[in-house]
């Protein structure tokens, strides 16, 4: 279970300079050492960590910075040149000051659905991914493949064939020393952390039941430009596609889903729910796409205890938050409000989307990489297992659902080409594929 707490008792284990093998002991020499940092995926979250991890290395070095933005990718040429103009801006309020830490050119702006692969050519040291998460996979075994450090956006994977993926390269990204911190960032976030260690040590005794949620309202939403083809709609509009998003428990719920995980140390084994598309828009899926509005599902774990989860995208009382019962009372969790029987107990002082980035950034420079990507496959299967139970309105087990033959990546992907879409799943009707 890595996180900020497990981060800081290693380097005061080995004094912030241990003699590792592998690609992180390329800055066991500490600060002065430059790392080069590229960005796969120029989008709102992937513009938004770079200007985190910018933010992250001014905090750990300020003036002397020794960190680089030296090369962006994107499937859209547009979304490419946006990023380097926006990041060259001098006077841009968020990225102005860090110019001089910009050293992209023409010849590292790529784009095209093969642009990762060009960008991990370069000698970029360190790879933000945040792509649409249906790639996640893909680009993560590449990456790791190429020897780079990682900060992977969440969830890793959308289908079981990608959770399986991710979860081979677990074991061959530690043997390369590989870091990889994933965007599940209140593992990095010092009220969750206080709070977590103080359950886990037995605050409210033996845990006995939980809830957590994502309530609330409908997301972004791109109407389809007349001509626009399938294949360049559904990646613009890829929160409300399967095969790019994997619905918003994936996508979203996430987050809550992980800080259960994270306080039982574990999985569940078991999940069923139900769920659907109540307000969503009418009409062909390849215009309003595909996810539901609504899930709730039941999860269970080894030891009996039992979660209760719902997300939905629907008007009304907004709720991202989560709860854990225990036999000595109660706790609860949300961005900035941490209660252990309605006493407070922790507290933020930074952003942990900042946070994670100066974890990642020493971790390296101390030659012990953290290592989230087991944690991080564990959530957002979690979320996908969920999600399965719900389509089916099955009582489904974790061995299974993550041994079927789902794949929901299109064969043959192509830009500005027809792609189906099928309409939203219907409870009942859809059924887990077979064993894989």
């Known amino acids: 279970m890595s996180n900020r707490r497990d981060f800081l008792k290693a380097s005061a284990a080995v004094g912030g300079t241990a003699s590792v093998s592998g690609l992180a002991s390329a800055f066991a020499g500490g600060a002065s050492d430059t790392i080069k940092v590229g960005l796969i995926g120029c989008g709102g979250r992937g513009m938004g960590a770079v ?35 926006t990041f060259t801006n001098e006077k841009g309020k968020d990225y102005g000051r860090f110019v001089k830490q910009v050293k992209i050119t023409p010849d590292t702006t790529f784009d095209g659905l093969d642009a990762y692969e060009k960008l991990l050519k370069t000698d970029v040291n360190l790879v933000i991914l945040a ?23 969440k969830p890793v994977a959308v289908d079981a064939t990608g959770a399986r ?21 209140r593992r990095h976030q010092k009220g969750y952390i206080e709070t977590v260690k103080k359950i886990q040590d037995g605050a409210i005794g033996e845990l006995r039941a939980a809830r957590c949620s994502w309530n609330g309202r409908r997301p972004w939403f791109h109407e389809r430009p007349a001509g626009m083809a399938d294949s ?27 800080v259960i995980n994270w306080i039982v140390g574990d999985h ?65 969790t949300r961005d900035g409000v941490y209660q252990i029987n309605k006493q407070r107990s922790g507290s933020d002082d930074i952003s942990a989307y900042v946070q994670e980035h100066i974890d990642l950034l020493n971790s390296i420079r101390a030659g012990r990489p953290l290592n989230e990507l087991k944690n991080v496959t564990d959530s957002t299967f979690t979320a996908i297992f969920g999600r399965n139970a719900a389509y089916s309105c099955r009582t489904l087990n974790w061995a299974d659902a993550l041994a079927s033959a789902e794949d929901t990546m299109p064969k043959d992907l192509a830009l500005d080409k027809p792609l189906d879409a099928t309409r939203a799943p219907v409870p009942g009707v859809w059924k887990l594929p077979p064993k894989a």
């Open 51 to 85: 200007k985190d991890i910018l933010n992250a290395e001014e905090k750990i070095n300020g003036n002397a910075a020794k960190l680089e933005i030296v090369a962006v990718a994107d499937a859209f040429k547009d979304r490419a040149t946006n990023a380097v103009k």
């Open 131 to 153: 792509t649409p998460p249906g790639f996640r996979p893909y680009h993560l075994e590449a990456a790791v493949r190429a020897g780079k450090n990682i900060f992977c956006e």
């Open 165 to 185: 993926k991710c979860y081979a390269l677990v074991e061959e990204s530690k043997k390369k020393n590989i870091a990889i911190v994933a965007g599940t960032q």
């Open 232 to 258: 360049t709609y559904q990646l613009r509009n890829w929160y409300h596609y399967l095969w790019a998003c994997g619905d918003h428990i994936v996508e979203q719920h996430v987050h809550n889903l992980d």
């Open 268 to 332: 569940p084994v078991k999940a069923v729910g139900f769920g659907g598309r109540a307000l969503g828009p009418a009409g062909d899926p390849k215009n309003v796409g595909q996810i539901w509005d609504h899930f709730a599902v039941e999860y269970e774990y080894k030891s009996g205890l039992r979660l209760s989860s719902f997300c939905r995208h629907i008007p009304g009382d907004d709720d991202v938050s989560e709860t854990v019962y225990g036999e000595k009372g109660q706790t609860y």
